[in-house]
């Protein structure tokens, strides 16, 4: 069963750090685009930032410059690096892989709850 955990969410002030984890198991993680969604109260979810399997990262318009997402595919784990943070950008940060072909599936994470607050 495939399986991603993340971890690192928690509070800061803003203008703060966070830095995110996504762990994942049981699958070939170089075969999955990797991604960071989040989903704050009362608003629909948004794509945060995703990394191609070579590496190759996009982000939101709302993040660029202050996130960086990157990805480790000798240990299953994909990151998001998160400075300067606002008060907007508190939500339940999930992270998600996508098959680079239909069959392979598409899975998320339980989340994790980042709060930016002083």
């Known amino acids: 069963q495939v399986k991603l955990v993340e971890s690192g969410g928690g509070l800061a002030q803003p203008g703060g750090s966070l830095n995110l984890s996504c762990t994942a198991s049981n699958l070939v993680f170089a075969m999955y685009e990797m991604g960071w969604y989040r989903r704050a109260p009362g608003q629909q979810p948004e794509l945060v930032a995703r990394?191609?399997?070579?590496?190759?990262?996009t982000y939101a318009e709302t993040v660029k410059g202050r996130f960086t997402i990157s990805r480790n595919n000798a240990r299953n784990t994909v990151s998001l690096q998160m400075n300067s943070l606002k008060p907007e950008d508190t939500a339940m940060y999930y992270c998600n892989a996508a098959g680079i072909v239909t069959y392979l599936g598409d899975y998320w994470g339980q989340g994790t709850q980042v709060t930016v607050s002083s």
């Open positions: 990394i191609s399997k070579g590496g190759v990262p």
